[in-house]
């Protein structure tokens, strides 16, 4: 079973059983990136509707804080529902897990191609880089410490958890 983030969970779930049920409020403040600038961000499926977030603090940012077209905001809100439903195939442990993990994985698949698109859109407003998926799940799962599309060394960033690969504009989890 893939890991399974719940940092969207209310902070007492017993408050409301219900909660997965209703619609979502928005991002809490603590949530939010609250960096005095936007310095890198990463364009990543969390488990919201806006998938920017702060490479810097990992918080989410707000999108006025970048400044966007609606053309770019649909493309993006589209692209995270693919990206979404891939996921959420993966998650889904079972039939569906490998083949999802292989697209999710895969450098020319679909969800990858149309999302590093829309980084680079994002990358012309602020530096962006499209955050990779990672299959912790599979046995014997290692760290990368290559680039999944160029082969070059990885490059560890403020946060000690995040690479990234500068060339390919790649982030991950390390
Ligand atoms: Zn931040
Ligand atoms: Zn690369």
């Known amino acids: 079973m ?7 969970a209310p902070p ?12 979502a409020g928005p991002t809490p403040d603590v949530e939010m990136c609250r960096c005095a600038s936007v310095g890198a961000l990463s364009l990543r499926d969390s488990f919201g509707k806006n998938p920017l977030f702060c490479l810097v603090c990992n918080a989410e940012i707000a999108p006025e804080r970048i400044g966007f077209d609606a ?10 529902n693919i990206r979404h439903a891939l996921k959420m195939l993966w ?3 079972g039939e ?3 083949w ?4 999710l994985g895969d450098p020319n698949g679909s969800v990858n191609v149309k ?11 602020v530096r962006t880089y499209y ?6 799940s599979v046995d014997g799962y290692e760290p990368p410490n290559r680039c999944p599309l160029c082969g070059g060394d990885v490059v560890q960033t403020a946060r000690e958890c995040v690479v990234v690969c500068d060339a390919c504009s790649i982030a991950m989890q390390q």
């Open 2 to 8: 893939p890991m399974v983030d719940n940092s969207n």
């Open 100 to 103: 999802a993990a292989r697209r």
């Open 96 to 98: 569906y897990e490998q």
């Open 71 to 80: 053309q770019l905001a649909e493309d993006i809100a589209f692209w995270l």
């Open 115 to 125: 999302g590093r698109r829309i980084s680079k859109r994002l990358n012309q407003k």
């Open 131 to 136: 955050w990779w998926f990672s299959d912790f």
């Open 12 to 23: 007492d779930e017993s408050a409301d059983r219900y909660w997965k049920l209703r619609p």
């Open 91 to 93: 998650l889904d442990s």
